[in-house]
């Protein structure tokens, strides 16, 4: 039992259930690197956008409180809002200086910029030595080295660095090195939830699932298809484009995981040491003749239409 149901047991309430309050952004507690992590629809964006307006209502109190929200001329109170260049063509029916999230934005005026590297962001922090809170959205998006630049900045000047991003990538392993740099280097984590997006299902969830849709019907991707295709967010029937949800653990299907590495793998190192022949045959044969492929028959179902593989 909780020790709060403890306490409010013993002065004769009922049971209850306790639940985190939703606190305002603390602009007071500085040298912060917040992760926040969660599927597309888990409201990422949104936190950010939240963080922004709580800036707004901060800078609106008086000169005091400058003193518990400054460290070294970085007013944590002034949020800067960072994107990759590639978001930009995303939204074009926003204004450039939006920060656009699930039916709405905040426009940010001067404090947003997009960058294409770390190198961009060191520029940018030197030129606005007084913004203490920056928000850096898909940071696994960039180089490693930005893991970096952002926690000596945040060591140095107390500053605050949040990161809306995913962190799992479709076959549920950390996105890249730069996930995994930006996890060593965190200070604190804010895990959200979206709804599990199987049409029977109302579980939280908490991975990007990548199918194909071939001839109307589900297809998931499997564990070998490339890491990086770029999805967008409109639906895609042509069975060579692959669609992305978010889905719970029962409703990840991620077909060919064991075949992968108990036979793919060794067939690609043969391939890359000259021998060339067997993977030929293993992926042709994959393509046009699956019985005679070594992807298991146990594994046909799994690893052909979705109505099958369906519990
Ligand atoms: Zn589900």
């Not at 730069?178 to 109302?202: G, K, N, V």
């Not at 409703?251 to 030929?280: Q, S």
């Not at 070594?294 to 179902?301: K, R, S, V």
């Amino acid at each position: 039992m909780q020790p709060e149901t403890q306490l409010l047991k013993n002065l004769g309430f009922p049971d209850l259930r306790f639940h985190a309050a939703f606190n305002h952004f603390d602009f007071r507690r500085g040298g912060r690197r917040i992760l926040v992590i969660g599927p597309m629809g888990s409201g990422k964006t949104e936190y950010s956008a939240r963080v922004w307006r709580d800036s707004l209502v901060a800078l609106r109190k008086s000169g005091g409180v400058a003193a518990l929200t400054s460290t070294a001329g970085a007013d944590r109170r002034q949020v800067f809002f960072i994107r990759s260049l590639l978001d930009r063509a995303r939204f074009p029916q926003y204004p450039p200086d939006a920060l656009p999230y699930r039916n709405g934005f905040e426009r940010c005026g001067r404090n947003i910029a997009d960058i294409r590297d770390s190198f961009e962001l060191e520029a940018i922090l030197a030129r606005r030595p007084e913004v203490g809170t920056w928000i850096i959205d898909e940071a696994s998006f960039y180089e490693e080295r930005l893991a970096y630049v952002v926690a000596n900045d945040s060591q140095a000047r107390g500053t605050v660095f949040i990161f809306p991003t995913l962190i799992l990538n479709f076959r549920r392993e950390l996105f890249n090195a730069t996930s995994r740099l930006l996890l060593d280097t965190a200070t604190d984590l804010f895990p959200l939830t979206a709804f599990c997006e199987h049409p029977d299902c109302l579980e939280d969830s908490l991975y990007t699932y990548r199918y194909y849709l071939v001839d109307g019907e589900e297809c998931p991707a499997l564990y070998f298809d490339p890491l990086i295709i770029v999805g967008g967010d409109q639906t895609k029937t042509d069975p060579r484009e692959p669609n992305y949800c978010t889905r719970c653990d029962a409703h990840h299907y991620l077909p060919g995981k064991e075949y992968t590495f108990l036979i793919l793998k060794p067939l690609g190192e043969k391939a890359a040491g000259g021998d060339l022949a067997p993977l030929r045959r293993e992926l042709a044969c994959l393509s046009g003749d699956k019985e005679r492929s070594d992807w298991p028959a146990t594994w046909t179902a799994a690893g052909s239409r979705i109505s099958s593989a369906t519990p």
